[in-house]
């Protein structure tokens, strides 16, 4: 597999969401990161996930605390 860096400019509040998600699953922030395009990618081309959808997602999670970790055992 090959690996490309690219630099990833995150709001603050992404970014600490992103920490508290590695901290939480004992994964790298690169993992999270990883897996969370990984998971994304498919609704955002079925032209499904919104700005407004995923802020509605990220609210969900901030009021019933981290995602399953089953979710991140895939990586």
């Known amino acids: 597999m ?3 860096t690219y630099p990833l400019g995150l709001p603050d509040e992404l ?7 590695a901290a939480d699953t004992h994964h ?3 993992d999270v ?3 969370a395009i990984k ?16 802020a509605a997602a990220a609210a969900t999670w901030e009021q019933i605390g981290p995602a ?3 979710l ?3 990586l």
């Open 15 to 21: 970014m600490e969401a992103v920490k508290r998600t």
């Open 39 to 54: 998971l994304g990618l498919p609704q955002l081309r079925e032209g499904g996930a919104r700005e407004s959808d995923l």
């Open 68 to 70: 399953p970790s089953v």
């Open 33 to 35: 990161l990883r897996e």
């Open 28 to 30: 790298s922030m690169a």
């Open 72 to 74: 991140y055992d895939q």
């Open 2 to 4: 090959s690996m490309r």
